[in-house]
């Protein structure tokens, strides 16, 4: 236990537990999304497990005789640091090389697809599709599904709704959103 085969044991079951979580992230994270609040929830997942991690190696020095309460950092444990510091470093710049994989909107992105898709109906007269609504119900849809929305009262619906409005730079009175709110939370009392 106490000898630097202890301490070199330890950085590199480290070091390859950060890149399991990270092909692990990656893989699972991947199947769901590939967007930038994707990748920030991989990388805020790497960054907790490095300060994990690092708990540990003061642990695994302690253990070894390579870190003592009040004495000066010895050889051994700046030695330790050094190379966690180097696994730090690479964990840090295997996450930053796959940025660029999560570059893609969403599978469940409502954005240009939807307002593409409903502008190939037809209209057979009278008023003009409103195809932001269409995009908007969309979104709320997509919301509901994966668990991202899930309404108490009628006010939360219209909480999502003008979110989505307003990220979207559409000006929607509250009216025409509390009437369509109202017909969505009343389906959605039923279906509980």
């Not at 301490?7 to 390859?16: C, G, H, K, Y």
């Not at 920030?40 to 708990?55: D, K, P, Q």
């Not at 593409?116 to 979104?139: C, E, F, I, T, Y």
């Amino acid at each position: 236990m106490r000898s630097g085969a202890t301490v070199e044991a330890a950085l590199s079951a480290m070091e390859e537990s950060g890149e399991v979580l990270l092909n692990r992230g990656m893989d699972q994270i991947g199947k769901v999304a590939k967007d930038a609040e994707a990748f920030a929830v991989l990388r805020g997942s790497l960054e907790n497990h490095i300060t994990f991690l690092e708990l540990q190696l003061n642990d695994v020095l302690r253990m070894s005789g390579a870190h003592k309460e009040g004495i000066i950092m010895s050889a051994a444990a700046k030695e330790a640091n050094l190379k966690f510091g180097r696994v730090r470093s690479n964990l840090i710049t295997q996450i930053e090389i796959q940025r660029f994989s999560f570059g893609e909107p969403t599978r469940f992105s409502v954005g240009g697809d939807v307002i593409q898709a409903v502008s190939a109906r037809s209209n057979k007269g009278g008023k003009p599709l409103g195809k932001h609504w269409d995009a908007m119900w969309a979104a709320i849809a997509v919301q509901l599904y994966v668990g991202n929305l899930q309404p108490k009262t009628q006010a939360d619906i219209e909480r999502a709704m003008k979110d989505w409005f307003a990220a979207n730079n559409f000006e929607i009175g509250e009216t025409a959103i509390r009437d369509r709110a109202r017909v969505l939370w009343l389906k959605y009392q039923t279906a509980e």
